[in-house]
């Protein structure tokens, strides 16, 4: 079992379906007491602080890791369904020692996962996961009766994480004259969203605020606009905001139902910041992050860094270079001056904010933003090989003869990677003409195929 665990943490945690390795109690159980243990050594606060979305399975895995941090002696506050950047926030404020985060963010129900914040309330160091996951290698073992950890429930979890929310803005700041639609995703923030928004002023129409333990993420939220492009429209609001499941990113939809992502949502706030000179230096986005917003900052004088995918890369490049802000496509918006972690309702509240100051529509905000052509394109592979499958010297010939075509018609760019969440290889092309991204785009992926059905 040992040799397995040298991956067992991915891009953003532990993630997998449920029931079937490393996402069973058994192991979820042992990750409990790995973690406790290693954190025990540390010298950190003898006390976790443990939350969940609304998977059924949360119940499952949250009694185990509380089974497990009992083991190694180490208390545990259970949060109950909070969004992710709530837990990061009461890990700090709480002085925990760690927080612990059960959810598969915007993947389907019978998926979940693990991930840690640190006590700081950012995502927890790589040194530290390695050591919990060299722990993993060791037979359990159970302090003394005398020594094991105790359980207690913080009831008033939601409540200290909506004020924290409408704490960000100006005591003053009021969204009387706003109408919103919410979709939560039947996820983590569907009592806590529609509160914030609703305590700041604004008319909230709320969706996807019926979980049942299965529904999570299904055809609502950021990963599908549909129902939230429709309820916009339908009751006329100025905005609709879409999180996923456990409330890390957000997507929005504008007055006319059209979609706003993240490199939308960036290009706003950097515009907005810099016209105050609150913006701290430049913005950081991913390798996914569109050229146009590259090449829109160039234009405002801000600079601009690309990180590997995964907000903990994006925080990383934030406070190496001493920025705020930052962010992916896909939604993880960070603003580090507010939160220590990306907040999908903290990134919506600024947006509001904007849209008050200045009058203005969000179309027209982010209207200056030229968008250029972005094609995705997911390779199913059968096993953690994705790694080796970028790097086969048949696929990197592939991206070479793209980046080589897509060179000659202007600009463009192939971003190639396996998935840290899903057992995939993304395929991303860039550029100017669509129809030459989606043949280019189709003869990566193929290649893939072609190379990983050889095994």
Not at 314 to 326: D, F, I, Y
Not at 430 to 445: C, F, I, N, S, T
Request: proline share 4%.
């Amino acid at each position: 079992m040992s040799e397995s665990r040298a991956s067992l943490f991915g891009t953003d945690g532990i993630r997998g379906r449920v029931g079937r390795e490393p996402i069973t109690a058994q192991t979820v159980m042992k990750l409990g007491w790995a973690a406790g243990s290693v954190l025990a050594a540390t010298g950190h606060p003898n006390k976790v602080l443990i939350g969940k979305d609304t998977r059924v399975s949360g119940y499952l895995l949250e009694s185990a890791l509380e089974a497990g941090f009992s083991a190694a002696g180490v208390d545990i506050c259970l949060l109950g369904p909070l969004p992710t950047p709530g837990i990061a926030c009461l890990t700090r404020t709480a002085r925990a020692g760690a927080g612990i985060v059960i959810s598969a963010s915007h993947n389907p129900y019978y998926d979940n996962g693990v991930k840690f914040f640190s006590s700081t309330g950012a995502k927890m160091q790589d040194e530290l996961t390695a050591r919990i996951d060299a722990m993993m290698s060791r037979p359990m073992t159970c302090v003394d009766s005398s020594r094991l950890g105790k359980a207690e429930r913080l009831n008033d979890a939601q409540g200290r994480y909506i004020e924290f929310c409408k704490g960000t803005l100006p005591p003053t700041r009021r969204f009387s004259d706003l109408k919103i639609v919410v979709d939560c995703a039947n996820g983590a923030a569907y009592e806590v969203a529609p509160r914030v928004f609703s305590e700041m002023g604004a008319e909230v129409t709320a969706i996807g605020n019926q979980p049942d333990g299965f529904n999570i993420n299904r055809e609502c939220g950021s990963t599908h606009l549909q129902a939230l492009m429709a309820k916009v429209v339908e009751v006329g609001a100025d905005i609709g905001i879409a999180l996923d499941g456990d409330a890390d990113r957000v997507l929005l939809v504008d007055a006319g139902g059209t979609r706003v992502d993240g490199d939308q949502i960036l290009y706003l706030l950097a515009r907005r910041r810099q016209r105050r000179g609150a913006l701290g230096g430049g913005v950081v986005g991913t390798a996914m992050t569109n050229l146009g917003l590259e090449l829109a900052l160039a234009e405002m004088g801000v600079a601009f860094a690309r990180a590997p995918v995964g907000d903990r890369h994006v925080h990383k490049a934030l406070t190496e270079n001493r920025w705020l802000l930052g962010g992916e496509s896909s939604g993880h918006i960070i603003c580090l001056d507010k939160s220590t972690t990306g907040d999908g309702i903290i990134a919506a509240l600024e947006v509001l904010e904007a849209m008050r100051e200045s009058r203005c529509a969000l179309r027209e905000l982010v209207a200056g933003l030229a968008i250029y052509p972005q094609l995705m394109v997911n390779v199913p592979v059968s096993d953690a090989n994705g790694g080796d499958l970028v790097r086969h010297e048949r696929v990197t010939a592939a991206v070479r003869r793209a980046e080589s075509e897509l060179s000659a018609a202007g600009r463009g760019r192939v971003v190639i990677r396996p998935s840290g969440t899903e057992p995939m290889v993304r395929v991303l092309i860039e550029g100017e003409d669509r129809r030459q991204l989606e043949r280019l785009a189709r003869e990566v992926a193929d290649t893939v195929e072609a190379v990983a059905a050889l095994g």
